[in-house]
């Protein structure tokens, strides 16, 4: 995620009240860079000004108030807000939140943790609801897990069609958070982000049709409540008040419904559904199964049931026995979730549900809501029923140094997986402290710094007068590492050196053969050079062979790794049983490629023994083979040198 970060969505109408609750408790989080636009599409004149009073009293940048050019139907107005924001941000990421949501504290920092990990997937999560409807109150809180799942579209599409009403892990815009460019996609297919009549599952489907798999946070983000106020829930229990009238006015002529199989019947459900087949009929898209008209029947008769008013529950229960539909001799709520086994239950596997408090005071039943969160379960149902694989996020792998570890697409310096980041800064981290014996007051140079992959683990064990500067070609690691590495740890430094390498630097100014260390002479106890000369031609290497003994101090050591070609790896890689196989390039180097040498170079170890030797440093034998070339005994992957700097 980019330092702009992420933009929060907030459109209301004629709520200013719980406008200005959802922006509270956006501005009360601790993650940075988060910006808010709050679109005010309000009738009236009086909520408007009270709104935007709040806004410029609040004197927080974060923060612009918006007014569409006039009052919008809600697709429209959802649309043109978002549009806004694409606009006037360069942030990559933007999330909805309506009036009638609210952030729990700190949940915006950990959703901000994963789209960091996985800039390029939608992100949805749970919301907990209070069900301030009529007195009592209800808080429902669903089971949750806190782990991470990467989740088939297909899968979601077929829940659908299958009428499993599942909403927790469908991206429908106002629960989850959405990178710029897939919005950008959604406007260049369909010509906008939102369409009436429910903008939220038009999105969730148009959404679901264009990508193969989205992530989904097991853990409620939002608490949604002020159902009194809600279009949709008043739709849900049959009783209109005036957010519904307004709803339908904005309709115009487009009827309810107008796409799913039974228009005449009016249920939250149903609006679903409409979306589903509009989307489907729209993009005739293979991946949307045909509806099951007994299980849509069925969950029409479960929303047909809730109506609170007698005389419209009964009409719509008159339309539904026309469609076919008998009723059994009890409609019961069903679990969205499949039965679980007894040894599941008994393995701490929990039936994915929702608890149900009662408060006598909404007020107290939202603040139970926002901060007394239903214990976390070991396992939950849902997991089997959204069939998604879970994935690790960096906070489980790497504790107190997960705000250190960057998102996969920025791992250029070795494998792009958490698991392996982990491991290689174990790996070396051992190296540096056992085999190099570093102390924690000394000066230490890393020649290739990358994204800080050999370098997390240090930053709780060097401190002043100790230093650690890290030099690299590539400038998107140099940012990270100081963003992230520097401003927590100030002992530790990074800088952009603008080499040209035909892979990570093709423009740089200066040749690898010419370009001087910017450290004075003696600066340093140790110096690491990791997949550096492994991808470098001769002239090269023995420039910067000369430079680490010119920073080293007498006595001060250094640490490179090589892919040295000696009798035992010559024969390994005649057999076949290299992993890199290579050939002789010229002289004493091999490379893998000979159209592209720097793909992988290796040298021969008498060359690298007598270069060491020509620039003061002398090698610790034994010498740490690594398995690259097959061997069945080894320290690391590539061979690594361990060489003193002789005293003057």
């Known amino acids: 995620m980019s330092e702009d970060g992420l933009v929060v969505v907030i459109p209301t109408r004629n709520r200013a009240d719980l406008a200005i609750s959802a922006l509270k408790s956006v501005l009360s989080q601790s993650a940075p860079a988060i910006q808010v636009f709050i679109s005010d599409n309000s009738t009236n004149n009086d909520f408007r000004s009270h709104l935007r009073e709040f806004c410029d009293g609040a004197r927080d940048k974060r923060v612009r108030y918006l007014t569409p050019p006039e009052p919008l139907p809600m697709a429209k107005h959802w649309d043109w807000v978002l549009q806004q924001a694409l606009s006037l941000s360069e942030a990559d990421h933007f999330s909805f939140l309506t009036d009638r949501m609210l952030f729990k504290p700190n949940a915006i920092e950990e959703l901000i943790g994963v789209i960091t ?35 088939p579209t297909t899968r979601l599409l077929e829940m659908s069609a299958q009428s499993i009403m599942y909403d927790s892990c469908l991206p429908r815009m106002l629960n989850c958070i959405v990178p710029r460019d897939i919005l950008r996609a959604i406007q260049e297919r369909f010509g906008s982000i939102f369409s009436p009549i429910a903008p939220d599952w038009n999105f969730c489907y148009r959404a679901l049709e264009m990508e193969q ?8 983000a939002l608490v949604h409540h002020a159902q009194d106020r809600s279009n949709g829930q008043s739709a849900h229990y049959g009783i209109t008040n005036e957010s519904y009238r307004s709803f339908i006015r904005d309709l115009g002529a487009l009827p309810l419904n107008f796409a799913a199989p039974f228009p005449e019947i009016i ?182 710094s990358g994204v800080g992959r050999k370098t997390f683990l240090l930053t709780d064990y060097i401190h002043e007068p100790g230093r650690y500067e890290g030099i690299d070609v590539v400038k998107a690691g140099i940012d990270w590492c100081t963003e992230r590495i520097t401003r927590t740890n100030p002992c530790f430094r990074f800088q952009l050196v603008d080499v040209y390498n035909r892979y990570y630097n093709p423009a740089g100014r200066f040749k690898a053969a010419d370009y001087k260390f910017p450290f004075a002479r003696d600066s340093f106890d140790l110096v690491v050079l990791a997949s550096v000369f492994t991808h470098m031609l001769p002239e090269d290497v023995e420039n910067y062979l000369a430079e680490v003994s010119r920073v080293l101090q007498p006595g001060g050591r250094c640490l490179i790794s090589f892919f040295l070609l000696n009798p035992e790896s010559r024969k390994l890689i005649e057999s076949g049983r290299s992993s890199i196989p290579m050939s002789l390039l010229s002289g004493p180097c091999w490379t893998h490629n000979p159209d592209a040498p720097e793909t ?30 097959g061997r069945s005994e080894f320290l690391s992957y590539q061979d690594l040198v361990l060489a003193f700097k002789r005293p003057r």
Not at 607 to 615: G, R, T
């Open 117 to 151: 990990a996985y800039p390029d997937k939608i992100l949805t999560y749970m919301h907990d609801i209070v069900d301030d409807f009529t007195v009592p109150a209800v808080v429902r809180q669903y089971t949750w897990t806190g782990n991470l799942y990467e989740v």
């Open 267 to 448: 249920t939250v459900w149903n609006a679903i559904v409409s979306e589903y087949c509009h989307t489907k009929q729209a993009t005739q898209s293979p991946k949307f199964p045909e509806v099951n008209l007994d299980n849509y029947k069925r969950a029409l008769a479960l929303g047909v049931a809730a109506i609170r008013d007698p005389q419209r529950r009964a009409q719509m229960e008159v339309l539904l026995s026309a469609r076919g539909w008998k009723a059994p001799e009890s409609v019961e709520p069903s679990s969205p979730a499949p039965p679980a086994a007894t040894e599941e239950i008994a393995s701490g596997i929990d039936s994915f549900s929702a608890n149900s408090l009662e408060f006598q005071d909404a007020a107290e039943a939202l603040d139970y809501a926002l901060h007394q969160p239903r214990p976390k379960s070991g396992g939950s149902t849902h997991e089997t029923l959204i069939q998604g694989v879970r994935k690790p996020l960096p906070r489980e792998l790497f504790g107190r140094y997960a705000s250190l570890i960057p998102p996969l697409d920025l791992m250029h310096d070795g494998p792009a997986g958490y698991q392996e980041f982990k491991d290689s800064g174990e790996e070396f981290f051992g190296y540096y402290t056992g085999l190099c014996r570093l102390k924690p007051d000394e000066k230490m140079l890393d020649v290739g």
């Open 600 to 629: 992988a170079t290796g040298y021969e170890e008498a060359f690298v023994v007598s270069l060491c030797a020509k620039y003061s440093l002398e090698i610790a034998l034994p010498i740490q083979y690594g398995s690259w070339c």
């Open 213 to 220: 798999s989205i992530l989904f946070h097991d853990k409620a």
